[in-house]
């Protein structure tokens, strides 16, 4: 069956412009995650959503930052007035409830 | 705050040694823990996992990971690697809401 999917691959925007970035999760997973992980660190959680409900956005940086899972499937991370310092790869992982967490091969974003 | 650390940031062996990838966790209540694995050009996968039972877990590819509780440690270990370990490994907590913290990775080069 598919993966968790992301897109797109790569963004390059500028600063001051606003970007969405897509997660397909696994179908039937409750569970989707989001995390940001900058060279050389590991993921840094940003928000959980179960079901159609962030559950936990306490990872989330800024108020510049937000997702949305409206029918409880896809979800979208959206940064307004993106700064240079947001360049990284935002991960997308999905799970059943507690279970595993079965990552995407993320999203690039660079801001110039 | 929650963190994960871990101690070795590259690990450089040759085929056939044993690999052992230090893990220590700060929380104190009742903690799940994960060892992650990416392989170049891959997406980060699950490695092996401890949630409650027998502190010795073994995961796929060999891997086994031991929970110590008065050490708050949740060591890697592999007894013989082989070329095809080579990938940046990430040990990854959560207290059981779902949000998971990640260490910075120990990137492994294991020599043919």
């Known amino acids: 069956g598919a993966g968790v999917s992301q897109t797109p691959s790569n963004k390059v925007t500028e600063k001051g412009k606003y970007v969405e970035l897509r997660c397909d999760p696994i179908s039937g997973h409750t569970a989707l995650y989001w995390y940001r992980q900058s060279l050389g660190q590991g993921p840094e959680f940003l928000i959980y959503f179960q079901g159609t409900g962030a559950a936990d956005d306490s990872g989330l940086p800024n108020d510049r930052f937000f997702a949305v899972r409206p029918e409880g499937s896809v979800s979208t991370l959206k940064i307004q007035r993106t700064e240079r310092g947001d360049s990284a790869v935002y991960l997308c992982?999905?799970?059943?409830?507690?279970?595993?967490?079965?990552f995407g091969p993320g999203t690039r974003l660079t801001v110039l | 705050a929650q963190s994960v650390s871990q101690h070795n940031h590259h690990v450089i062996l040759s085929e056939a040694a044993s690999l052992e990838l230090g893990c220590n966790y700060s929380y104190g209540g009742t903690v799940n823990l994960f060892w992650y694995v990416q392989y170049p050009g891959q997406h980060l996968q699950l490695l092996l996992k401890?949630?409650?039972?027998?502190?010795l877990v073994k995961g796929i590819k060999g891997f086994e990971a031991e929970f110590i509780k008065s050490k708050f440690s949740f060591n890697l270990r592999k007894p013989s690697v082989q070329w095809s370990d080579t990938a940046e490994y990430f040990c990854a907590e959560n207290t059981g809401g779902f949000k998971t913290i990640f260490g910075a990775g120990t990137r492994l080069f294991v020599k043919a």
């Open positions: 401890y949630f409650s039972g027998d502190p």
């Open positions: 992982a999905s799970s059943l409830l507690g279970n595993e967490q079965f």
